[in-house]
């Protein structure tokens, strides 16, 4: 599924299931939480913290996906196309990075 497709099909589950957007404000504060539980997840999983028992059958895939649809839902209603914007900032970052990471020995 491209970006675009992927857009629409957020717009089309708003439009039939969700009533409306939140505003803009909300959510921003609802992709907040979302990329908090993400990063439980990551620093109990494969960090330095102890997993707690009830974090052990916490989804990663599922809250990585939460992410993706709040910033899918800020996209259409900031009318940001954002196929258009993330092919435009893959094609920055190769011509800044190109031989950035491969140059850095830390990464060795």
Known sequence: MQ????Q?????WIKSHGVRYFNELTNMAQ??????EVARIIARRYGEQSEKESDKNKDLGEELADVVFVVLCLANQTGIN???AFDKKLNIKTER???RHQNNPKLK
């Open 97 to 99: 990075d190109h031989d």
């Open 8 to 12: 629409q099909a957020v717009d089309e």
């Open 82 to 84: 954002l196929q258009d």
């Open 3 to 6: 970006i675009q497709d992927a």
């Open 31 to 36: 992709l907040t939480e979302e990329v908090g």
